[in-house]
């Protein structure tokens, strides 16, 4: 089955204790991207990669790093944890060549609260 | 820049009855427009897209958007609504060039029986 999986899916966490979100798709994607949802404003995203190597910021990249270096796998890390990160997280992928025109596949989520 | 607006934080209507969930957008350049739907402790589902020709696009689950460029809008549109389609909403604009999608802040239908 065609999916993006993310791990863990509901992670509490304290400020200041580095953590990883694992993010991984089966579609043979170049393209993944990482996004917060916060109540009124929607998604927001965070870092994209078009492909093994290859990253980008997004629109709200502070606190957060990415690495690329399979095409399957996309991790986000948070160095440090602030209580302002404690969202809903999602990652997604599609083909590239247009992202920007492209349907995105999305993982499930993953709510982090960080106290 | 490209940027989207969903005027409507909730809409409720009533089983059977159509149903409207509103977007515009700004974007230089022509658009690409999207609808994606988030149903309670889920990801957001792909509906329909629009890149270009007829303005009128068919999606998943009976659900349809009229692209209208005078107004820059595209709303997601049902002929008779059910209580399975109350779920958020999220309307998307691209571009051709763009190594992103921008998303709206999401309209929570509510199909009340």
């Known amino acids: 089955e065609a999916q993006v999986t993310q791990n863990p899916r509901y992670l509490i966490t304290v400020t200041g204790k580095k953590l990883t979100v694992t993010c991984s798709q089966n579609?043979?994607?170049?393209?993944m991207s990482w996004y917060r949802q916060d109540p009124g404003l929607g998604l927001r995203q965070i870092y994209y990669?078009?492909?093994?190597?290859?990253?980008d910021k997004g629109d709200v990249p502070e606190g957060y790093k990415v690495s690329r270096k399979e095409k399957r796998n996309f991790p986000l890390i948070l160095e440090s944890p602030s209580p302002n990160q404690t969202s809903l997280y999602f990652c997604?992928?599609?083909?590239?060549?247009?992202?920007?025109?492209?349907?995105?596949?999305f993982g499930p989520g993953t709510r982090l609260t960080v106290l | 820049a490209q940027s989207v607006a969903q005027p409507e934080d909730q809409v409720n209507v009533a089983e059977g009855n159509p149903l409207t969930v509103k977007c515009t957008y700004s974007?230089?350049?022509?658009?690409?427009l999207f609808w994606y739907v988030q149903y309670p402790n889920r990801g957001l589902q792909f509906l329909l897209k629009?890149?270009?020709?007829?303005?009128l696009v068919k999606g998943s689950y009976g659900f349809e958007a009229e692209f209208n460029k005078s107004q820059t809008s595209f709303h997601l549109k049902k002929p008779s609504a059910l209580v399975s389609d109350s779920a958020l909403y999220f309307c998307?604009?691209?571009?051709?060039?763009?190594?992103?999608?921008?998303f709206g802040s999401g309209t929570q239908l509510t199909v009340l029986p």
């Open positions: 997604a992928s599609s083909h590239s060549g247009t992202p920007g025109g492209n349907e995105q596949f």
């Open positions: 579609m043979n994607h170049e393209y």
């Open positions: 990669s078009m492909n093994v190597e290859v990253t």
């Open positions: 974007v230089s350049g022509n658009p690409y």
């Open positions: 629009y890149i270009t020709g007829d303005n």
């Open positions: 998307a604009v691209g571009r051709r060039s763009a190594r992103q999608l921008t």
